[in-house]
Structure formats: structure tokens, C-alpha cells
């Protein structure tokens, strides 16, 4: 079957604009999360929701990320006002709520704030 | 914040030998799993140990969990060029939800 799919794999924008991320998970699975991968690093915890609800999101780094799974399926990541530091790759997973672990993580979306 | 600290940060093998990476984590764990993650890809799920279990395999995978001593490791045998790439460990940090954390990783390569 399909994985998370993310996209536009790769984003470009200007400091200043406002972008959003598409994540598509496995169909059924309950749990959603978004990281944030510097170059180099390991993945960092942004959010997490389940179903709909936003169950944790205190990695978001400031009021300018906002995420959102309206309809408990599809979730979008979206970034206000972008600067540099913004610039990673922002990676999408998901899992089962009858295995609750492993997660299923999509290729990512990379930005570039310019 | 990362709760596991891979080490080595990066290892360099020939092609057939064993490649072993370490994982030492700060809080207590109701599990804790290890991911690869390819260059530009997302992270594959490897394998979960339980904090109950000591020892795990799966094919050319053996992975070890001492939770007194907080620490894990990761065995690859017999590497083969497809096994370079990152590898993760992750743990939930004793959470009762589904977040986990990751550490920095281990940059493997194999050399031909």
C-alpha cells in the first residue's frame, strides 16, 4: 500500500513569506507527528496529533508554526512570516493506533528560506 | 531537545565487517527503537526493544539494551554497501503517548 507522502518535496521561499507543508498519512492510522531535521542532526519533535486533536505541540519553535488536521486524515504544516533559521527538512510520520510504534515517516519536504 | 547521544558520530568499515553503533539515553524508557535514514529519504523503522528485553535480532541486526546503565547498541554484521547510511535511536522517554525522541545519529559508511 502507500506511504506518508509529503509534499512539494522541496520548497523554496523568501524570508517573509508564508509557506505550508502537505502530509498525507497511511490511511487508518490515527497518529500524525511533524519534525524538524537540521543538517546533520537528528529528527526534533514539532507536534503530534491524534486524529484530529493536537495532542502535544510544544516543539513548535515560536507562534509562527501552526499545524493542522482538520478532517483527521491529511496534515498541513504551515510556517508564517519565514526566516533563514527556518531552513531544514521538515519530515512527516505515522502510526497505527494497534501498534502505536513503529512510526512511518514520509522523504520530507526540504526548505530553503533565501 | 534530544533525549539519546549516538556514538561514534560517524564510522567508516570495509565491506563484510561488523558495524557497531551505541546509543546512551538520560530518562527511563518504556521502549526504545533505531531507524536508518538514507541520504535525502525518510527514517525506515529497524527494530524495537522493550525495556524488559535485553536482546533483539532481526536478520543481520542484533540489538542490546542495558537500562541500568541507560545505553544501547546497535550490530550490523557482515555490512554490505546498501547499509550505508544514518541510524537513529529513539526512545519514548517513559511516555504514555506515541512521541518519541530521536538522537543525532551515526553516519555509516562502507567502504567497497
Known amino acids: 500500500g502507500a506511504g506518508v507522502s509529503q509534499s512539494p518535496r522541496y520548497k523554496v521561499a523568501k524570508r517573509g513569506q508564508d509557506v505550508a507543508l502537505r502530509c498525507d498519512p497511511i490511511?487508518?492510522?490515527?497518529?500524525l507527528f511533524w519534525y524538524q531535521q537540521a543538517l546533520g542532526q537528528g529528527p526534533e519533535f514539532l507536534t503530534y496529533?491524534?486524529?484530529?486533536?493536537?495532542?502535544?505541540k510544544s516543539g513548535l519553535p515560536s507562534d509562527r508554526f501552526f499545524a493542522e488536521r482538520p478532517e483527521g486524515s491529511v496534515s498541513t504544516l504551515k510556517i508564517q512570516r519565514t526566516q533563514q533559521e527556518d531552513s531544514a527538512v521538515y519530515l512527516c510520520?505515522?502510526?497505527?493506533?494497534?501498534?502505536?510504534?513503529?512510526?512511518?515517516f514520509g522523504d520530507g519536504t526540504r526548505l530553503s528560506i533565501l | 531537545s534530544q533525549q539519546g547521544e549516538e556514538d561514534p558520530q560517524a564510522l567508516s568499515i570495509q565491506e563484510g565487517e561488523n558495524a557497531t553503533m551505541n546509543c546512551s539515553y538520560k530518562?527511563?524508557?518504556?521502549?526504545l527503537q533505531w531507524y536508518r535514514q538514507n541520504s535525502g529519504r525518510g527514517l525506515v523503522h529497524l527494530i524495537l526493544?522493550?525495556?524488559?528485553?535485553r536482546e533483539k535480532h532481526s536478520g543481520r541486526l542484533r540489538v542490546t539494551l542495558d537500562t541500568s546503565k541507560k545505553s544501547s547498541s546497535l550490530l550490523i554484521t557482515a555490512s554490505r554497501a546498501a547499509d550505508t547510511a544514518s541510524y537513529f535511536c529513539?526512545?519514548?522517554?517513559?511516555?504514555?503517548?506515541?512521541?518519541?525522541?530521536f538522537g543525532k545519529g551515526t553516519r555509516l559508511h562502507i567502504l567497497p
Open positions: 530518562t527511563s524508557i518504556n521502549n
Open positions: 496529533f491524534q486524529n484530529e486533536a493536537q495532542l502535544d
Open positions: 510520520a505515522s502510526s497505527s493506533p494497534s501498534t502505536r510504534q513503529p512510526q512511518h
Open positions: 490511511s487508518g492510522h490515527v497518529s
Open positions: 529513539a526512545t519514548d522517554a517513559g511516555n504514555r503517548d506515541d512521541k518519541i525522541i
Open positions: 526493544i522493550r525495556s524488559n528485553e
